[in-house]
C-alpha cells in the first residue's frame, strides 16, 4: 500500500545533501522533466508484479489499472455523474436488470474487436465460484449473471436491487479480453501482460525493472470519464525508500513524487525546478476501538471510556500540526464518511476536544489514573497516531503505537487482535458512492469491532434500497449511531501532496483520488 512517510533527521538530511552537492558540482544540477522525448518518470513504494486491480487492489496498481483497462461506464468526477465507457447508452429493464448497448469500433491493445463475448466472459469470470481474488464477495456478490442479446448487447441481473451498481462498475470492473485471459491456467498472471482498451497500454510489468506505460493509438476519447493520454510515455520505477525518490527529484533523474511528508514539501519548495501541488481527496485518519472486546481488551466495552478517548483529541491542533495549510480551515468531518461521496448522511457531531471532561468520564468508570493501551497503525496515519498517543497521555492513558506494515495490520485486524487503531480510509480508492464505507465498516465480519447486529441490519437494508431519500437516511441512522455509541471518529483529513518537475502540469478536476491526480490526466506545460 502507499505509505505517506513520517519526517525523520535521517530525511531531512537527504534534502539538505542533495541541495548542496548540486550547488557544488558534484552532482548535476536538477535538469528539465523528459519533456523532450515525452517520457515522465514516477517513483512507485513498491514493487509491481502486475497491473490487474482484481488481483492486486492496492492503491499504486490501481492508478495503473485504471488507464490499461475500461469500464462499461465511467465517472465523470466533474460533472459527479455516471458516463458512457464501452457502453455507449444502457436502460433499467426492472429493478434487477439493465441493458448495456456497447461502443462499436473499440480495440484492444494488440488490435482486436472488442466485442459483447469480452463483457460476458469477464462477468462470468468475476461470478465464478472458481474465480479466488480478494474483495470478490464485497464487490460482485450481487451479480447474478449475464447474457449475450447481439454483438454489442448484453443484458446484466443481479441478484436484488443494487442502488450503486453503475457506481461499483465504474470503478472496479475492468473489461478484459476474452480471447486471452480465457486461455491462462493461471488467471492471477494475467496482470504480467496485461491488454486492456485504455488509454494507454502496459509495454512492460518488471517487478524489479518497473513499468512503461505507451499511449494507446486506437483509443478514442469520448467523455471527461476517461481521458486520453496526454504524455506519451510514463516510467514507473520501484522506488520504495522515500530518502532514494527525493534525491533523484532533486537532482532531476524523477519527474513526480506522490505522497509527499508535509514538512519535506515545503523544503522542496526551494528547489526551483520543483513545484509542489496540493489537491483535496477523501482520505482521512480515524480512531476506531474495539467495543465488541473481540481482543480480550474490555475497557472499551463501556461507552464511557470510549468518549474519553475521543474528548481527550484535539483534531484541530493536529490538523494545523500535521496537514498543509490549502487544507487547514476545512471544516473538520462529521461522520466516518467524506461529505464528497453519494449518500453520506449525518446530523450528530463527534464528542469536543474537552480533557477535563475525558478525565471525568475516566474517574466515573474507575479508572481515575487511566489505562495503558496499544493503539495498531500503518502508513500515512502513523504521525497521526503518535500525535494522538502524545494527547491522550494528557489524561492518564498511556498509548503505545503498534507501527505495522499494511499486511500486518490487516493480520491482525482478521484476527481480533486489535485494542483500538488509528488508520487511514479512501473509500476504496475515491469511488464515488458511500457503500464501500457502509459494507467495508458495518457488515458482519473480520473487519468489524463494533460487532453492532442493528448496524450490520441498516447496511444490508441500504445495499438494496433504491430510493435515494430512502437510501440516505439508512445511511444517517448508521453513521449518526456509530458517533453517538462512540465506535470510531474521524480525526484529520489527508491532503494529496505531490512534488513534481515545473514543466508537468497537474489539472485541477474533481478527481479525488488518494494520489490528488491520474496518469491521463497529467500534461506537458
Known amino acids: 500500500m502507499l505509505t505517506k512517510g513520517r519526517f525523520t533527521r535521517r530525511f531531512g538530511l537527504a534534502v539538505v545533501a542533495a541541495s548542496g552537492a548540486a550547488a557544488a558540482g558534484l552532482m548535476p544540477l536538477p ?14 513504494y513498491q514493487p509491481i508484479s502486475i497491473i490487474d486491480a482484481l488481483y492486486d487492489p492496492q492503491p499504486q ?12 461506464v465511467q465517472y465523470d468526477s466533474d460533472k459527479r455523474e455516471v458516463v458512457p465507457g464501452l457502453a455507449e447508452s444502457w436502460k433499467f429493464l426492472n429493478d434487477t436488470t439493465v441493458e448495456f448497448k456497447l461502443r462499436q469500433g473499440v480495440k484492444f491493445h494488440d488490435g482486436s474487436d ?13 461470478i465464478d465460484p472458481s474465480s479466488k481474488f480478494r474483495f470478490k464477495e464485497t464487490r460482485f456478490g450481487l451479480f447474478e449473471s449475464i447474457e449475450k442479446i447481439d454483438n454489442y448487447t448484453v443484458r446484466l441481473k443481479v441478484k436484488s436491487p443494487y442502488a450503486s451498481l453503475l457506481t461499483r462498475m465504474a470503478s472496479t470492473l475492468p473489461i478484459y479480453p476474452a480471447h486471452i ?6 488467471k492471477s498472471t494475467f496482470g504480467r501482460n496485461p491488454i486492456g482498451t485504455g488509454p494507454y497500454k502496459a509495454t512492460m510489468v518488471d517487478p524489479s525493472k518497473g513499468v512503461i506505460l505507451e499511449r494507446n493509438p486506437f483509443f478514442k476519447e469520448v467523455n471527461a470519464g476517461q481521458p486520453a493520454a ?35 514539501a515545503e523544503m522542496m519548495k526551494g528547489n526551483p525546478n520543483i513545484q509542489i501541488s496540493v489537491r483535496p481527496s477523501i482520505s482521512f485518519t480515524y480512531l476506531a476501538l474495539d467495543a465488541a472486546n473481540r481482543s480480550g481488551f474490555d475497557k472499551f466495552k463501556d461507552i464511557r471510556v470510549r468518549e474519553a478517548m475521543f474528548r481527550a483529541i484535539d483534531r ?33 457531531d463527534p464528542p469536543s476536544y474537552d480533557p477535563a471532561k475525558a478525565k471525568q468520564l475516566l474517574t466515573e468508570a474507575g479508572m481515575p489514573n487511566g489505562f495503558n493501551v496499544t493503539i495498531a497503525t500503518w502508513g500515512a496515519a502513523r504521525p497521526v497516531a503518535e500525535a494522538v498517543a502524545g494527547q491522550l497521555r494528557k489524561v492518564g492513558i498511556n498509548a503505545a503505537i503498534d507501527s ?3 499486511t500486518g495490520f490487516i493480520t491482525k485486524r482478521a484476527a481480533g487482535q486489535l485494542q483500538a487503531y488509528i488508520v487511514l480510509w479512501d473509500n476504496g480508492g475515491g469511488t464515488p458512492d458511500v457503500e464501500s464505507t457502509v459494507n467495508f465498516f458495518y457488515e458482519k465480519g473480520d473487519r468489524n469491532y463494533n460487532q453492532d447486529s442493528e448496524l450490520e441490519e ?8 433504491m430510493d435515494p431519500k430512502k437510501r440516505e437516511a439508512l445511511h444517517k441512522r448508521i453513521f449518526d449511531k456509530v458517533t453517538t455509541q462512540r465506535y470510531s471518529m474521524p480525526i484529520t483529513p489527508l491532503a494529496a501532496i505531490i512534488a513534481h518537475s515545473k514543466d508537468v502540469k497537474i489539472p485541477v478536476s474533481g478527481t479525488k483520488k488518494p494520489e490528488g491526480f491520474m496518469f491521463n490526466l497529467l500534461e506537458w506545460k
Request: proline fraction near 4%; hydrophobic fraction near 45%.
Open 31 to 44: 535538469a528539465l522533466a523528459q519533456k523532450a522525448q515525452d517520457t515522465l518518470r514516477i517513483g512507485a
Open 61 to 72: 496498481t490501481n492508478l495503473m489499472d485504471r488507464v490499461v483497462f475500461d469500464t462499461l
Open 114 to 126: 472488442f466485442t459483447a463475448d469480452d463483457v460476458v466472459y469477464t462477468v462470468n469470470f468475476v
Open 181 to 186: 485471459h480465457s486461455k491462462l491456467a493461471d
Open 230 to 264: 496526454k504524455i506519451g510515455k510514463i516510467v514507473v520505477m520501484p522506488i520504495p525508500d522515500q530518502q532514494t525518490q527525493l534525491a533523484k527529484m532533486m537532482i532531476g533523474e524523477q519527474d513526480l513524487m506522490y505522497d509527499v511528508p508535509t514538512d519535506i
Open 316 to 348: 484541530k491542533a493536529l490538523v494545523n500540526a500535521l496537514q498543509p495549510k490549502e487544507i487547514a480551515d476545512q471544516p473538520l468531518q462529521q461522520a466516518m464518511c467524506h461529505s464528497w461521496h453519494y449518500s453520506c448522511a449525518s446530523s450528530i
Open 404 to 406: 505495522l506494515t499494511s
Open 458 to 465: 441498516l447496511q444490508k437494508q441500504a445495499l438494496a434500497e
